[in-house]
């Protein structure tokens, strides 16, 4: 018998090897779902062309990771993200094309929400040292009432002028007329205390009493009565009077003036220095008429 007609037998184990692995890819293909898909299907599934190639089971596991979305307008049809992704992250520009940007956020790249580390609570600030308010010094009130005091005082006397302005002066001046006693009250010669306040002198000689109202005839300044002299002289510019008031030496023009004097029913004498007597230069002597003078023994 040729060996041609009786082939031999195929090994026992290697029957076995190869029964075993068909049965092992058989067995894959039915857990898995059925046959293993091919290149060209799973191009296509990620694609998004589902509709006209069929997923097989482990190429749904293989893009389980993913979740379909419509594509925005321009965009290419059936782009898939990441299931993570929020809605706005998923909206492509309508320039036709997918941007991206320069730096995309981590929750996008992850695929999940980065939690926001919680901020350490702020240290309540130091406390400081504690001043203590001290009462106002005596001196400082009391500085503070003065100066108050002198602004008051001040915009009082301010507000006092006001009215002061408007009234005429003749009701405040001194009377013209007055009393200086009686005749028996002045010695022989020249008596000045009253000149500072009526601004008149007191003459009294063996025969008369009369008054000299103390006004310089040249220009008016107050002449001052010189004991040791025996005479008036003004200071302004040098004129000179006798005891009577006669001029005598200096610029002035004329004798000073007498003022009109008079006995009361009391006996004192009334002088009035409204009333005035001279002596012009040339002129009329009024020195000797009735009231310039009063008649004493």
Known sequence: MDQ?????????????????????????EERDGGAR????????????????????????RASSGTVAADAPPGDVPGKSFPAATPPAAR???????????STPTPSVNAGVAR??????PSKPPAAGPVVQSMPDPQVNQMRR????GSVVGFLGFLGGMIPRFFLPRAIFEPSSIFRIGFP????????????????IWVVRNSERLFVIYARCTHLGCTPDWKASENKFKCPCHG???????????????RPMDRADVKLDAEGQVVVNVGKLYDWPKGGTNRFNDDG????VT
């Open 145 to 148: 009432w003065i100066v108050w």
């Open 292 to 295: 310039a003078f009063i008649r």
């Open 37 to 60: 898909p091919s290149v060209p299907d799973l191009l296509a599934a990620a694609r998004g062309d589902a509709a006209r190639t069929p997923v097989t089971p482990p190429a749904r």
């Open 115 to 120: 939690a926001v580390a919680a901020k350490p």
């Open 184 to 199: 028996g009250d002045y010695a022989l010669g020249v008596d000045t205390k009253w000149q500072q306040q009526y601004r």
């Open 239 to 253: 004129s000179g009077y006798d005891s009577e008031g006669v001029n005598f030496e200096g610029p002035a023009p």
């Open 4 to 28: 041609n007609d009786n082939p031999t037998p195929p090994a026992e184990g290697a029957s076995s090897t190869q029964g075993n692995e068909q049965g092992d890819r058989m067995g894959v």
């Open 91 to 101: 909206v492509a520009p309508a320039s036709g094309a997918s941007k991206t940007t």
